[in-house]
């Protein structure tokens, strides 16, 4: 099934395989901004928290299938295809690689819908991130990387036989060397007056351009947007990444949408969005919250 699910005037959310989706409905260079949010490979199930017993929303664990495979090399481009066969030498015939070889095809048809103007950022954390990279690199061009972004953010639990592990990774990529970019900003506050710092109640302040850290609040059990739907993030995460690289009017994609905050936060800026999921659930979720809008 991949028909439209939900459609306003500024965009539509289907419910389906992205890469189902993204072959019948979405054009070739049509789209000016995709964020993608893919399973990260962490080999767990995830509940709504609470609801264990009405089963998992989607899985993330993969196993090695060669027929799979094999399939994901004839449809996913030539380079990508190349990079896989590279990376089967690095990672063996493991679950690693099944899981790289279940988002290349899917990768393969998001280069093909974007504008030559346009940007995708590509989430996932440092468990893949460096597979992925290559991957991206194969089929972008390794000088069309922008950015690799450091998702910063402080929830419970940690291992005592290594760091915390509390950041996320966003492949930044963009068609072109021609692309679309707002630089933003972040408020850095100081204890003392220096040239250039303005004042406010709260004391001495600089807006500086934002670097490659981001520091964010995750969407935790007590965030007001909190919807329950699991791996959810936050609104101001993508609201940077939309005022970034996209213009009002433009189209942004979230191939693997969830709950909707890409949407959502297209919705707020004056962008048209198209969102999907393979999950039902995930689907009248985002479509709650963008009626809200
Ligand atoms: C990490 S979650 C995305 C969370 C989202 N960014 C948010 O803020 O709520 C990944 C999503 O990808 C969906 N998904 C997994 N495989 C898919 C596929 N092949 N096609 C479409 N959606 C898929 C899952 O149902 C899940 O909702």
Not at 92 to 112: F, I, K, M, Q, V
Not at 197 to 205: N, S
Not at 256 to 278: E, F, H, N, P
């Amino acid at each position: 099934m991949c028909a439209p699910a939900f459609g306003t005037p500024s965009g539509t959310i289907y419910c389906g395989d992205n890469v189902a989706v993204l072959r019948r409905h979405i054009s070739d260079r049509s789209v000016n901004l995709i964020y993608a949010d893919p399973p990260f490979n962490s080999g767990h199930a995830y509940y709504a928290t609470g609801k264990r017993r009405e089963g998992p929303r989607f899985r993330d664990s993969w196993r090695w299938d060669d027929e799979a495979y094999q399939r994901a090399l004839v449809e996913s481009p030539a380079s990508l295809a190349g990079a896989l066969e590279a990376l089967r030498l690095v990672l063996g015939e493991s679950s690693a690689l099944a899981y790289c070889a279940a988002l290349a095809p899917c990768l393969g048809e998001l280069r093909r819908v974007l504008k030559d103007t346009g940007s995708l950022y590509l989430h996932c954390d440092a468990r893949m991130s460096h597979y992925l990279r290559l991957m991206l690199d194969a089929l972008f061009g390794r000088e069309r990387c922008r950015n690799e972004i450091v998702w910063a953010y402080r929830t419970g639990g940690a291992g005592k036989r290594h760091f915390a592990r509390k950041h996320d990774v966003i492949l930044f990529y963009t068609a072109s060397d021609d692309y679309t970019f707002h630089p933003q900003r972040e408020r850095v506050r100081y204890r003392k007056r220096f040239f250039g710092a303005q004042r406010d109640a709260r004391g001495y302040y600089a807006d500086v351009l934002l670097r490659d850290v981001w520091e964010v609040p995750a969407v935790i059990n007590v965030s007001a947007e909190r919807t329950g739907y699991p791996t959810q993030k936050p609104l101001a995460l993508l609201e940077r990444i939309v005022a970034a690289s996209s213009n009002a009017g433009d189209v942004v994609l979230d191939p693997y949408c969830g709950s909707g905050t890409t949407l959502v936060a297209a919705q707020k800026l004056g962008r048209r969005w198209i969102g999907i999921d393979a999950s039902e659930e995930a689907v009248w979720v985002a479509r709650a919250r963008l009626s809200q809008e």
